[in-house]
């Protein structure tokens, strides 16, 4: 009977039949435990490895962890008696050695959730092979924080010197810190390393680069991979192109390259989350992000990964929905600690929710393991603000520049936070660091505001309107429209005020900053073109008096009146076409209401310029002051919401979240800490 079993257990396995092998398999070994006589040490054995190999397949880690274990000793005795049929058996069955046994015991370690017993496992596994040295390189990288980079990395360096073409151990190579030289040698020198691969260079080259912070230079290595090798379109690579331009700062160019990675393959899940997020800071939230999650619907939770649950926590932030955004991320996380993206998305939802000390520690965490994230330093420096931590906040926009000096984004951020210092001598330097961002990046639409607001605070009003409307004219932008419009109305321009305003609703229809402006605008110019009215109404009394007195003076009153009249008539014409030609060039986005509303505002506010100044100057100070350029405690104007334009997210959590700095002591700490001053020196020298 015995041997009818065993014939018939071999069979049902070799099948892959592992859900009925366990129950005969186990009738067996109670058989061999219960009869002695007829038990021997290789039947018993085998039948083991059977049962335990088939609870694995079948997922049942926790049984299959404490039978392997037991199989395990049971193959010391057989080495120790030199059985022949122990060779004989892992020659039939190569998934019986004793490196695929350990890999299987610490995989179900793994399973169970006690990742230090799997490395326990690994490491005194004597001849390990590539795949249980990835395993340990993995399970060292996410948890064992007690070891340094270099003994992280030596598990990645063994799977080099086996597999040189294993782009996973190059990159986390990479991303610990190992110089991509040094990589770029240990792969070249390996002894079954083909010579004929050229693209990997570049491969390693952008990697390095862009975990070296210059992302855009990495974008531009990837970009040269994609179009003068054969590997053009993969997505593999036109995700590393979108993820590098993301990283630098440029959603428009990476939400191309991740859509058509996405499109290539629908379950590339590194691009669809990615592309989730820059859908967000680009502004679009509703059709584009429905059809993102559509393909996941349809799955159970049980086949969800890490990407999977990011994807529905950036969703449920993008609705404002951030309680149950947290309930994901934290799942995502439960599943991959080092989620780089889930990490900063608990960021910024603790951030929102005013939960400022968790938030530093998500950060901090985040910078921990990537801090080639310039997210990072900028939800840190948030929080800081928030919290009135000054002095940390500047040492955070210091760190940012030394670590992204080829990046527009750091000097600004610098920039913008020495501007709302209350110290004169700081608030001068702001310009030089953001005169450096525009080195970098003429057209980087946050340095340009920022210069736009250095220059009126300044009392150069007309370089800041030339400076923004260069840059609306070549990179339309609708808060970069407002806050011309703002400008034009602050220098009684109020024409060029309405037209600004109407261009940022049509690319905008709910900004509500420049529905606030464009209405104050109307406000004022109604109530102003009805003083007009009056004083026209009574022009003929007064006219009656002066005659009275004076017989001269009677038809040079009349005169004037009638003049007045008739310009303001012209003008008023004039206008209405001038608001009609605007109406019809931006299309329909406006609305008919709308449209007919400027024209009219259009009239009105010319009519009122023409006819008296101290109306028109009256309507400018109201419409500047209803639509938010007030002077802010510090005398700096009330831009730094544009700042964060890239971020179309809650005020909460943007970068100038408070609005300005406040007048504190902190800020007089400020101009005594000189680091800001050895940078200062730098960017001058």
Known sequence: MENVLFANVQNLYDNGLYECTIPVASLLATVLQNDRNVATLEMEYQTMLYLSSANYKERNYRLACSQLEGVLKQRKTMWRYKSYHLSAIESSYTQFQDAELRYRIAKCYREMGDD?????????TKSRTPKLNMLMAKLQLHHARYLTKTQKAAAYKDVLRDCPMSLTAIEALIELGIEGSEVHSMVVNASNMSKHIEWLSSWIKAHAQMYGCKHLEAAKTFQQLNETTLLRQNHHLLTNIGKCLYYYGNFIQAELYLETAARNNTYNMNAIGLLAVVYEYNGKKNVEQETLIAPIRTRSTGEFKSPHWFLLAQLAYANSKYERALIYTDRALDIDPRNMEALLLRGKLFGGLGRNEEAIQAFRTAQCLGPYRFEIYKGLLACYIRQKRMKESHNMCALAVRYFSTSPRSYTMFGHTLFHSSNPQVKKSAKKFVEKALQIDEHYAPGIALMAGIFQHEGAAQEAIGLLRKQVTNYPHPKLFAMLAELLSSEKDLDGALHFYMKALRMEPTFRRALDGFDALTKVARSANAATANAATNKPSETSAASCASGSGSGSGSGSGNISVTASTSSSSSSNQNANNVT????????????????????????????????????????????????????TPNHEWLLDCEEMSNDVLELSSPAVAQEDGDFDTFSDDPFWQDIDVDITN
């Open 116 to 124: 230090q017993m799997a490395i326990s496992v690994l490491q005194a």
């Open 584 to 635: 019809s060039s931006g299309g329909q986005s406006s609305g008919s209401g709308m449209n007919t509303s400027a024209a009219s505002t259009a009239s009105t506010a010319t009519a009122t310029t023409a006819a008296t100044s101290g109306s028109a100057s009256a309507t400018a100070t109201a419409t500047t002051t209803a639509s938010g350029t007030m002077a802010t405690p510090c005398g």
